[in-house]
């Protein structure tokens, strides 16, 4: 949906108080935090509740929106906590969340139906089909992909039912965003919790940064971004400082109201303040190429240490005073602001007769003016009064006529709705003995040379979309891509309709536009790990929708999969990245497809795979296996089959029969467990 705006919104970052004042002072429309809680950013230094109450005055009294992110992945103990948080958030005055987590989304349409809802990057919207199934769950804005380019961009926006917002100018992923697993399985800092300790900008294959990225920045696209139609512009960095966040706003403001691309000059101010070798907008262009790696170099850090620092002291907003004092009747205070419509009007004590020394109007305004720690500012000047002669009123009620006057002027707060009960989500009893086991082959090869006895083992198996047609008399599932962008949704659509054409009854689906795509071929679809499943809000979602069996996220414990049911990869290895660039071609040429790998600063090695359409898989280095471990996972089995020869999968299947411990050669890790056995 194209904006109603003449402008695109301006969103800008903050980790603190004094970054959210930067962003005001520097021009932003609207400012993003995170809370102290359920953040993807849990190490900035964030804002407890009252911060946000203060947070929400400041900026509204300054004409600014705020959001603030819940953008992760929910566990089920959690989930009471995070409504009861959003609660709070809702009555301070908090303009948008912006959240991921499916569970979470579903609780929030029911306990706090008029809070708007802003679908997070997180969520891996690509195409128009899923920012339509974020629309329809009750998000009014779509965060859109940072892969699309410019051209994908506009299209999702013209067609899709919500408003779209697009990262204009800060740090890129290399994964996109909602499908990494490579902090979460070999650090144990899950960067779908907020944990993320960036394992992509470690150097890989002797000493080679190949997968850190420059950082983004569309000022060179500023005219193309206001014709797009998307609705807000959302500079990254929330762990940056002041200097940092008033530098690129104010910068990226003056573009906006001028309808300008940035000079030379504005380019160069930007990299001082914070680049990493430089800016890359290859996504937005679609030139993906190795020209889009960077690392921030010492020389960088130099420049940006040389660059001259701010203060950024809270602004004051002027207000205007009516005060009376009469008589026999309440006091009363009115506050309007100067420069906003706003007015607020309290009531305070009823004044008495004097006995000695009556009220004086300079006495009284004095003390009206002093406004101390609020975020005010009312001089003597602006103060108009009616006071009768002869009356008094004791300094501590004018003090709490005027603190409640500036309390009541500073406050955006709003009434919880009247409870309601949860709706129970339509539930669709899933048949897992109808499934049994199920496993993905990601090699066509290895798949085809497989013997019937072997195959027999699993009772859905499928394959990737493009192998199908060859694979047809040994899968009955297709593997739907996990990326589909706009341009590709025609030819991918015509792929699946073609494998139904050949057999297939299955599509295992791990983004939210494949349930679209499931059912317009009348395939069954089962949900891939990638659907983020954590908690049994969301299991509940998608058995609402018709997804009635799916493969449980992989950073939960066994316990937690144990309580949570559904189908658990019990085998195999886990791919941690999706990456839009293909980094095979680059570093190992096209002859080395599928036959390559990144290898870390220990030796350990990633195998990597193409993915549709030249996009890569990195897979762990190390496999699940849970062969000799079965009686802990009381859920269906999901197997991964990537590298492995038609021997090795033959020793594996085996070994699960058997219940015999890890067959092969390589390390592996338990479900549940961060370090390798």
Not at 304 to 309: N, T
Not at 389 to 398: Q, Y
Request: charged letters at 30%; glycine letters at 8%.
């Amino acid at each position: 949906m194209r904006r109603k705006e003449d402008l695109p919104e301006l969103l800008a970052p903050a980790g603190d108080f004094e970054c959210l004042v930067a962003a005001v002072k520097g021009g932003a429309d609207a400012i993003y935090i995170g809370g102290k809680l359920f953040s993807a950013r849990a190490y900035a230094k964030n804002f407890d509740i009252e911060e946000i109450k203060k947070a929400v005055s400041y900026c509204r009294l300054h004409g600014v929106k705020l959001y603030v992110t819940m953008n992760i992945l929910l566990f089920d103990n959690e989930l009471d906590e995070a409504l009861n948080f959003a609660r709070e958030l809702y009555t301070v005055g908090v303009d948008a969340l912006i959240v991921a987590d499916l569970g979470l989304i579903s609780l929030l349409r029911h306990a706090l139906p008029d809070f708007e809802l802003h679908a997070s990057t997180q969520m891996s919207v690509n195409n128009s089909l899923g920012a339509d199934f974020a629309y329809d769950l009750g998000c009014t804005r779509v965060v859109l992909a940072r892969e699309l380019s410019g051209e994908n961009m506009r299209e999702v926006t013209e067609k899709c039912k919500a408003e779209t917002e697009v990262f204009l100018h800060g740090a890129l992923c290399v994964c996109h965003s909602g499908q990494c697993l490579f902090s979460s399985m070999i650090g144990g800092r899950s960067g779908n919790r907020g944990e993320c300790a960036q394992p992509c900008r470690l150097p890989y294959n002797n000493g080679k940064y190949i997968l850190s990225l420059s950082d983004l920045s569309l000022a060179k696209h500023i005219d193309e971004l206001i014709d797009s139609g998307v609705a807000s512009l959302k500079i990254e960095g929330r762990m940056k400082s002041p200097d940092y966040v008033y530098t690129v706003t104010s910068i990226y403001r003056r573009l906006l109201d001028e309808r300008r691309n940035a000079t030379k000059e504005e380019n160069s101010r930007l990299e001082r303040i914070f680049s990493r070798g430089g800016f890359t907008d290859g996504y937005f262009t679609g030139k993906t190429f190795s020209s889009m790696t960077g690392v921030r170099t010492d020389e960088d850090k130099r420049i940006s240490l040389g660059e001259e620092k701010g203060e950024y002291p809270p602004e004051r907003t002027r207000v205007k005073a009516f005060a009376q004092i009469k008589l026999g009747e309440r006091s009363t205070m009115t506050l309007r602001g100067i420069h906003t419509c706003r007015e607020v009007t309290v009531f305070g004590d009823i004044p008495d007769v004097a006995r000695n020394a009556p009220l004086t109007e300079d006495g009284v305004k004095e003390r009206l003016a002093k406004m101390g720690n609020t975020l005010l500012s009312l001089s003597v000047d602006d103060i108009e009064l009616e006071l009768d002669s002869g009356i008094n009123l004791s300094p501590s009620a004018l003090n709490k006529l005027r603190r409640d006057a500036a309390e009541s002027f500073e406050y955006f707060g709003r009434s919880l709705p009247e409870s309601s009960e949860k709706r129970d989500t339509p539930y669709i009893e899933p048949d897992t003995s109808r499934l049994g086991r199920t496993a993905i082959f990601f090699d066509s090869d290895e798949l085809v040379s497989l013997d019937t006895n072997s195959l027999s083992y699993f009772d859905l198996i499928f394959t990737p979309l493009t192998d199908y047609r060859r694979c047809k008399d040994r899968a009955n599932g297709i593997y739907i891509p996990p990326v589909i962008m706009e341009d590709e949704l025609p030819r991918v659509k015509e792929m699946i309709r073609e494998a139904r054409d050949l057999g297939a009854k299955y599509a295992l689906i791990g983004n939210p536009s494949h349930v679209a795509l499931a059912r317009e071929s009348d395939l069954l679809p089962v949900g891939d790990f990638r659907l983020n499943v954590t908690n049994g809000m969301s299991s509940d979602f998608w058995r609402g929708v018709g997804i009635s069996d799916a493969v449980i996220s992989p950073e939960l414990t066994s316990h937690q999969a144990r309580r949570l049911g559904g189908r658990v990869t019990v085998y195999g290895r886990l791919p941690l990245m999706i990456t839009e660039r293909c980094f095979m071609k680059e570093n190992f040429g096209c002859d080395r497809c599928g036959k390559c790998s990144l290898t870390d600063r220990r030796g350990v090695s990633f195998p990597m795979r193409r993915e549709y359409e030249h996009r890569n898989i990195i897979f762990n280095s190390a496999y699940t296996y849970m062969g000799d471990k079965q009686d802990e996972v009381n859920s269906p089995h999901h197997f991964i089959f990537t590298t492995e020869s038609a021997d090795e999968i033959k020793t594996v299947i085996r070994a699960f029969k058997e219940r015999r411990p890890f067959p092969l050669n390589g390390q592996f890790r338990r479900i549940g467990k961060r370090k390798v056995d």
